[in-house]
């Protein structure tokens, strides 16, 4: 069974940073990433990582970091010069290799003041 555990999120000030961690467990993962849901909007991607590539949403690029450790069992997202428009509920996702499957985390709010 396959489980998330996000952490990581809160409120900083614009400009400032913060880092999300997700610790994904019970199977082997093709893809991780990271979605965020802001009120009143579509859920939207925001960075996924692959054993090949990396991709990020035009509104991230150059602000913010996707990485995961050597066992492809944890994927994080440093966020940096945050902006106001970044708050969202920031969800894990990972797609698994044999049973091409996608899971998701619980959310973890983040919240960018001005």
């Known amino acids: 069974q396959v489980q998330l555990v996000e952490s990581g999120g809160g409120l900083v000030q614009a400009g400032g940073s913060l880092r999300l961690s997700c610790a994904a467990s019970?199977?082997?993962?093709?893809?991780l990433g990271w979605y965020r849901q802001a009120p009143g909007r579509q859920r939207e991607l925001v960075a996924t990582i692959t054993a090949y590539t990396t991709n990020y949403a035009d509104s991230v690029k150059g602000r913010f970091t996707i990485s995961t450790d050597n066992a492809k069992n944890s994927v994080h997202l440093a966020m940096n010069s945050l902006k106001p428009e970044d708050t969202a509920v920031y969800y894990c996702?990972?797609?698994?290799?044999?049973?091409?499957?996608?899971?998701w985390g619980q959310g973890t709010q983040v919240t960018v003041s001005s």
């Open positions: 019970g199977s082997i993962f093709r893809a």
């Open positions: 996702n990972v797609h698994t290799r044999y049973s091409d499957n996608d899971y």
